[in-house]
C-alpha cells in the first residue's frame, strides 16, 4: 500500500512553539482561529511563512509559445477511449494503486480526469451570482448539467441533484443570495449522483455509479472556521471532523430542500440505484465517489456511510486536494470495510495539510501543527503527488487560490508521468481550462484570467432596449420535491 | 454666461501648506507628480484626504425596490425624438445655454445623453484584452460600431477612425497589449467622425458633423503624469497642457496609423465633409465635438483648431468630466472664434479640479494648487453641474472611478431637472449601463458590478473543444490605408 500516511510537511519549518512539549494542539487550535474573515490576508501571509517558493526555479521558456498555441488550438482535447472492462478493478484501487501511480498509469490517469470534470461540473455550473434570487443553486436542472457543462460525451447521466445546509457550524462555506427573496435561504446545492449508460458500462465493465461533491469556491473561508472538534461517527472508535460532519448530515423539518440532510439524499439514491442495476438487473455495479477540497473531505464521509450500507459494493473515492477529515480509527474502519482510497494532493496547495496549519493570530503568522495534529487527523489511502512547477505553462509565483483549483490539478494528473520525469509533451487536455476562475496560466499563452462566466454577466438587452437579469427557464428552478425526474427508465 | 470660470474647490481644504504665500506651484507641481503607477493607492487616499465624504445623507431607501425595478425593465428606454429643427442653434448654445441648464430644458437634455451615448461607444468598442494582438484598437470596423454599441437608432452613421500616438509624454494613457506581434505598437483608436443622415438631419435642422473623442478607461493613471507644462499653441497667446497636445499632434513616418496625427486626421477628414455638404450640396452644417475626460480635453483641442480653418461654420463641444486644458488667452481665443461649449461635471468627481489638485507623494496626500494653478489653468465655457447624491440609485461610498465613469454622468444628465429638485421620477435611459465598467448602483437594482463584457472574456470553444481566441473577422481588423471606405455617398 502507498503513502497511507506519509507526512506532507517535512520542509515546513517549525516555529517559536515547541510542539513536542505542548500536546493539547485542539485547544490551542480553537482559540486562534477566529471566525471571521480573513481569506485575502491570510493567502498573503502564505508564502513568506511557509517559504513556499524557495528554490523555485525561473519560469521555463519553450522557444516558440506562437507555434505551441497555434497547434494545440487544432488538436482534439481527448485520445479516443479505451476499453478498459478487464482493467477497471486496478483502476479502482484493487491492488491499492500499486505500481500504477509513479509512473502514472495512462488508464488510470484517463480515469482520474474523467471523476475530476465531474466534481468541475459542481463549480462550473453553481450560481455564484450574489444577485440572482437563485444563488447557490445549480443554474441547471438535472439533465441538462452535462450538456451545459461540456460532458455531453462523459457516456454518464445525472439521477439525483443533493442539498446541504448552509446554516451550519461553518458560517462561510456556502454562496449567499444578497436578496432578501431567494429559492432557499438554508440549502446549497452540494452535488450530483449520476449512473454509466450502456455503452460507457461496456467500456469500463461495470454500471458505474457516481457522486460528485461540490467544495467552496474560495477554501480559505472556510478552513479558518474548521471547528477542529473531532465527533464520533458510526459505532467504534472513529470521529471526524465536526464541521465536516455538519454539512453531511444537518437537516431541519422547516426548510424546503433539506427536511431530509445531504447524507440521507444521496443514501436514498444510492439504494434505489444498487437496488435497481444490482439486485434487479444483477449487473456488476461500482460507486465511485468524488469531491475537490471541502468535496473531497464529504466524499470520504459518503464512502464510510456507504460501505456500511452496501457491504459487498466495489467502492473508491478519487479525491482532489481534500484536508484531512478524521482520526486513524476512522481511516482503519475504511480500511477494514474495504474502501478504496486514491487522493490527489498538489504539493504547493496547502488545504491538504489542513487540519495540521493553524493561523496564529496573536503572532500573525502559521504556526505548523502537525506534529501533534497528525496524531489526531490523518489522511487515508494512497496518494497521487503532483507538483505545480513540473507544468511549463503553469506561472511559478505562489497563488494561493490557483493552486487550489481542481482545473489546475487536472491539468497537472493530465501531464503528470512520474516523479521523475517533466510534464508529458503529448497531454491533449485544454490548458486554457486552467484559467477559467484563477490566474495560473503564463502570458504566453494569452488566456485571459477568470474567463468562464456569461455574456454580460447573465444581463441580457430586452426588447425595451434594457439590460435584464433574464427569468430562470421554469425546469431550471430548482425543485424541493425531493428526487429529480429520474433519467435511467424505471 | 453661465459659469465660465466657477470655482470648483471651494470645501476642499487647505493642508498645511499656505499657498498664496508660495507662488512656484508649476515646479512643485512637477517634483511632486512622479510618473510610477500608484492610482490604486492614489484613489483610496482621495477620499480621507478631501473629506468627501463628509455630510453624506445615509443612501435612500425606495419603499418598494422589486416593483420599481420590474416596472423599469419594462419600459422604453427613451422617449419619442422630438423636431428640433428649430430650436438646434439654443441647444448647440448660440445664447450660451442662458436659461437652459437650470432647470434643464428637456431637448437640451435629451440632445448632450445623444453625443454623451457616442462617447460611451468609444470605450465600449475598445479592444482592451492585454492578450489580444488587436488591443488598444476598435473591435469592430467603422460600419459595424453603431450596430454593436446600440446605436444603430442614433441617426448617424460613421466615417472615419481616428488613430493617435501611443509614445508620448504621458506614458500611460494607452492600452498596451502584453504580445510582441500586434496591430499596432504605436498607436491606439482615439475616436471617430460621424456624420447625421438625411432623417435625423431633417430632426436636427441641419446636417450635424459629429467627432467622438476617447478618454482613457483609467484616469488616475495619465493625470498623475500630466506634465503640467503649458505649451503655446497658434499665433497668440494661447497655451495648453503639454500632454494633451502632445497626444493630438504627435505623429511619425515609421508608424502604419500615424504617419499623420489624429489632428491632421480629423481635420482632413472635416474638410471632406464640409466640403462636400456646405460647400457643394449648400446645406447648412454644424460641427459637435464630444469627448469624456482626457477626450474632453481632445475635444477642446479638436474645437480650437476646427475654429480656426472654418470661420463659419457654427461648432460646440459638449464635454463630460474634462480637466482644465489651457490658459485664459486660449480661452479667450475660443470665445473670440465662437466656439461653444458646454461643460458637464460631477460635483464629486476629481478630474474637472486637474490640473489643480496635486499628488504630494512626500507628504502622502493631496494639495489643492488651484488658489494659484487657475491663474493659468483655466475652464471654459457654461458648466451643467450634476451631483451624485441627486440618484437614489447609486451608492454613497466615495468611488472614484465609478463617480468619473461616462455612464454615471450620463444617468446623472437622464435624471438631472434643476440643482434644487430631486432626481427626474420619469428618467428613462437604462440604469443598469452605470455598472457596465464599475460599482456604483445600490445593491437593491441587482446589477452586477463590471458587467460590460464578452462570454468567456471572447474565449470560444472551437471544434476540437478547445478555449480559443477567435480570430478577428478581417473586415474588422484595423486598416492603416488612412480614411475608411466612406458612408456617405461620395
Given at each position: 500500500m502507498k503513502a497511507i500516511h506519509l507526512p506532507l510537511v517535512t520542509h515546513l519549518h517549525h516555529h517559536n512553539l515547541d510542539l513536542t512539549k505542548n500536546r493539547v494542539p485542539m485547544v490551542y487550535a480553537y482559540q486562534d482561529v477566529k471566525t471571521s474573515k480573513k481569506s485575502n490576508r491570510l493567502g498573503e501571509k502564505l508564502p513568506n511563512l511557509l517559504n513556499i517558493q524557495k528554490n523555485v526555479p525561473p519560469p521555463s521558456t519553450h522557444s516558440n509559445w506562437n507555434n505551441i498555441h497555434e497547434d494545440k488550438a487544432n488538436t482534439p482535447t481527448m485520445s479516443p477511449k479505451e476499453d478498459i472492462s478487464d482493467r477497471w478493478r486496478d483502476i479502482h484501487?484493487?491492488?491499492?494503486?500499486?505500481?500504477?501511480?509513479?509512473?502514472?498509469?495512462?488508464?488510470?490517469?484517463?480515469?482520474?480526469?474523467?471523476?475530476?470534470?465531474?466534481?468541475?461540473?459542481?463549480?462550473?455550473?453553481?450560481?455564484?451570482?450574489?444577485?440572482?434570487?437563485?444563488?447557490?443553486?445549480?443554474?441547471?436542472?438535472?439533465?441538462?448539467?452535462?450538456?451545459?457543462?461540456?460532458?455531453?460525451?462523459?457516456?454518464?447521466?445525472?439521477?439525483?441533484?443533493?442539498?446541504?445546509?448552509?446554516?451550519?457550524?461553518?458560517?462561510?462555506?456556502?454562496?449567499?443570495?444578497?436578496?432578501?427573496?431567494?429559492?432557499?435561504?438554508?440549502?446549497?446545492?452540494i452535488g450530483f449522483v449520476a449512473v454509466s449508460d450502456d455503452e460507457e458500462s461496456r467500456r469500463i465493465g461495470r454500471r458505474d455509479i457516481v457522486v460528485a461533491w461540490r467544495g467552496t469556491v474560495t477554501p480559505s473561508e472556510w478552513y479558518e472556521n474548521m471547528q477542529r472538534k473531532l465527533e464520533s461517527i458510526g459505532h467504534m472508535d472513529s470521529k471526524v471532523e465536526h464541521g465536516f460532519l455538519s454539512i453531511y448530515t444537518s437537516k431541519c423539518d422547516s426548510t424546503r430542500y433539506n427536511k431530509s440532510s445531504a447524507s440521507e439524499q444521496v443514501m436514498k439514491e444510492l439504494k434505489t440505484l444498487v437496488d435497481f442495476y444490482k439486485t434487479k438487473s444483477a449487473e456488476q455495479v461500482s460507486l465511485t465517489i468524488t469531491g475537490h477540497s471541502l468535496g473531497g473531505a464529504l466524499a470520504l464521509l459518503n464512502a464510510y456511510e456507504s460501505a456500511a450500507n452496501f457491504p459487498k459494493l466495489p467502492i473508491s473515492v478519487i479525491s482532489f486536494a481534500a484536508p484531512r477529515v478524521g482520526n486513524i480509527a476512522f481511516r482503519d474502519e475504511l480500511y477494514q470495510m474495504g474502501v478504496k482510497i486514491l487522493r490527489v494532493t498538489v504539493k504547493q496547495d496547502l488545504v491538504p495539510r489542513m487540519p495540521g496549519i493553524v493561523l496564529?493570530?496573536?503572532?500573525?503568522?502559521?504556526?505548523?501543527?502537525?506534529?501533534?495534529?497528525?496524531?489526531?487527523?490523518?489522511?487515508?489511502?494512497?496518494?497521487?503527488?503532483?507538483?505545480v512547477r513540473s507544468s511549463p505553462y503553469l506561472k511559478r509565483g505562489f497563488n494561493f487560490i490557483g493552486i487550489h483549483m481542481l482545473e489546475t490539478y487536472l491539468h497537472l494528473v493530465d501531464g503528470f508521468v512520474s516523479s521523475s520525469s517533466t510534464f508529458r509533451s503529448n497531454a491533449k487536455r485544454d490548458v486554457a481550462l486552467v484559467n477559467k476562475a484563477c490566474d495560473m496560466l503564463v502570458d504566453e499563452l494569452r488566456i485571459p484570467t477568470c474567463w468562464y462566466q456569461l455574456a454580460h454577466k447573465g444581463l441580457e438587452c430586452n426588447s425595451y432596449g434594457r439590460w435584464v437579469r433574464p427569468k430562470r427557464d421554469p425546469e431550471d428552478i430548482p425543485s424541493p420535491t425531493g428526487r429529480e425526474e429520474n433519467t435511467y427508465g424505471f
Amino acid at each position: 500500500m502507498k503513502a497511507i500516511h506519509l507526512p506532507l510537511v517535512t520542509h515546513l519549518h517549525h516555529h517559536n512553539l515547541d510542539l513536542t512539549k505542548n500536546r493539547v494542539p485542539m485547544v490551542y487550535a480553537y482559540q486562534d482561529v477566529k471566525t471571521s474573515k480573513k481569506s485575502n490576508r491570510l493567502g498573503e501571509k502564505l508564502p513568506n511563512l511557509l517559504n513556499i517558493q524557495k528554490n523555485v526555479p525561473p519560469p521555463s521558456t519553450h522557444s516558440n509559445w506562437n507555434n505551441i498555441h497555434e497547434d494545440k488550438a487544432n488538436t482534439p482535447t481527448m485520445s479516443p477511449k479505451e476499453d478498459i472492462s478487464d482493467r477497471w478493478r486496478d483502476i479502482h484501487g484493487i491492488q491499492e494503486w500499486e505500481g500504477l501511480l509513479d509512473p502514472l498509469h495512462p488508464l488510470l490517469r484517463r480515469e482520474i480526469v474523467k471523476y475530476g470534470e465531474f466534481a468541475q461540473a459542481t463549480y462550473d455550473a453553481l450560481d455564484i451570482d450574489s444577485f440572482s434570487e437563485y444563488c447557490g443553486s445549480c443554474m441547471y436542472n438535472s439533465h441538462k448539467l452535462f450538456d451545459k457543462s461540456g460532458l455531453n460525451k462523459s457516456g454518464y447521466k445525472v439521477t439525483k441533484f443533493i442539498y446541504a445546509m448552509s446554516q451550519i457550524d461553518m458560517p462561510q462555506w456556502l454562496e449567499r443570495s444578497k436578496l432578501t427573496y431567494t429559492w432557499s435561504k438554508d440549502s446549497n446545492w452540494i452535488g450530483f449522483v449520476a449512473v454509466s449508460d450502456d455503452e460507457e458500462s461496456r467500456r469500463i465493465g461495470r454500471r458505474d455509479i457516481v457522486v460528485a461533491w461540490r467544495g467552496t469556491v474560495t477554501p480559505s473561508e472556510w478552513y479558518e472556521n474548521m471547528q477542529r472538534k473531532l465527533e464520533s461517527i458510526g459505532h467504534m472508535d472513529s470521529k471526524v471532523e465536526h464541521g465536516f460532519l455538519s454539512i453531511y448530515t444537518s437537516k431541519c423539518d422547516s426548510t424546503r430542500y433539506n427536511k431530509s440532510s445531504a447524507s440521507e439524499q444521496v443514501m436514498k439514491e444510492l439504494k434505489t440505484l444498487v437496488d435497481f442495476y444490482k439486485t434487479k438487473s444483477a449487473e456488476q455495479v461500482s460507486l465511485t465517489i468524488t469531491g475537490h477540497s471541502l468535496g473531497g473531505a464529504l466524499a470520504l464521509l459518503n464512502a464510510y456511510e456507504s460501505a456500511a450500507n452496501f457491504p459487498k459494493l466495489p467502492i473508491s473515492v478519487i479525491s482532489f486536494a481534500a484536508p484531512r477529515v478524521g482520526n486513524i480509527a476512522f481511516r482503519d474502519e475504511l480500511y477494514q470495510m474495504g474502501v478504496k482510497i486514491l487522493r490527489v494532493t498538489v504539493k504547493q496547495d496547502l488545504v491538504p495539510r489542513m487540519p495540521g496549519i493553524v493561523l496564529n493570530e496573536s503572532l500573525q503568522k502559521f504556526d505548523d501543527l502537525t506534529g501533534t495534529l497528525e496524531w489526531i487527523y490523518t489522511h487515508v489511502g494512497a496518494e497521487l503527488k503532483l507538483d505545480v512547477r513540473s507544468s511549463p505553462y503553469l506561472k511559478r509565483g505562489f497563488n494561493f487560490i490557483g493552486i487550489h483549483m481542481l482545473e489546475t490539478y487536472l491539468h497537472l494528473v493530465d501531464g503528470f508521468v512520474s516523479s521523475s520525469s517533466t510534464f508529458r509533451s503529448n497531454a491533449k487536455r485544454d490548458v486554457a481550462l486552467v484559467n477559467k476562475a484563477c490566474d495560473m496560466l503564463v502570458d504566453e499563452l494569452r488566456i485571459p484570467t477568470c474567463w468562464y462566466q456569461l455574456a454580460h454577466k447573465g444581463l441580457e438587452c430586452n426588447s425595451y432596449g434594457r439590460w435584464v437579469r433574464p427569468k430562470r427557464d421554469p425546469e431550471d428552478i430548482p425543485s424541493p420535491t425531493g428526487r429529480e425526474e429520474n433519467t435511467y427508465g424505471f
